[in-house]
């Protein structure tokens, strides 16, 4: 089944549609970001459309522990490039990390409000058909279970990441790599 990549900026949302937001969307509208960043724009218009019309959006724990992980990483990096060496494990239980950890929190709770959670499906998929595709070195684990995931609940995947080209899903996508496939 070929993939059918959209643009997520002209896409008509609406009630009956299911989407599955991959966490680099997340990270774009709610992790800090430069406020002139055409992807935070992009993707934030594109969640309000969905409110808007009542679509579905879904969300597992995979995505949401790749967000916080991912955010604690970004604040780690802004915290080490203004000069300090601590380790990021020592960071995390840091006084400097506090602050941060509550902004996740807060982002967390904003999305967890806006979407519906639901099982990653770990138990019924092939993983030995992951794995063998993971172990050939062109794949990320995550993103093969993402597939999975949303072709099983028929779910329309939004992401910015280029690895889903071929994945065989409906894609939505400002990503203009993913658009001149």
Not at 30 to 47: E, G, I, M, N, V
Not at 89 to 109: C, G, N
Not at 128 to 144: A, H, I, P, R, V
Not at 154 to 164: A, M, S, V
Request: aromatic share 12%; proline share 3%; hydrophobic share 35%.
């Amino acid at each position: 089944m070929p993939t059918d990549i959209i643009p997520v900026a002209s896409y008509g949302f609406a009630e009956s549609d299911s989407f599955f937001v991959d966490t680099n969307i997340w990270i774009y509208v709610y992790a800090p970001q430069s406020p002139d960043d055409w992807k935070t724009r992009t993707y934030s218009k594109a969640l309000a459309k969905m409110f808007t019309a009542r679509s579905r959006i879904f969300i597992d724990a995979m995505v949401l522990s790749e967000f916080v992980n991912r955010y604690s990483r970004l604040a780690y990096n802004l915290f080490t490039a203004a000069g300090s060496t601590l380790e990021f494990k020592k960071y995390r239980q840091s006084s400097d990390f506090k602050p941060v950890a509550k902004e996740i929190e807060s982002s967390v709770r904003r999305i967890l409000k806006q979407c519906q959670r639901t099982e990653s499906g770990f138990l019924d998929c092939d993983i030995d058909s992951l794995l063998t595709k993971y172990g050939q070195g062109d794949s990320d684990f995550n993103d093969e279970l993402t597939v999975e995931l949303c072709r099983s609940k028929g779910f329309k995947l939004i992401t910015h990441d280029h690895d889903f080209k071929d994945c065989g899903l409906t894609l939505l996508t400002a990503n203009n790599r993913l658009l001149a496939e």
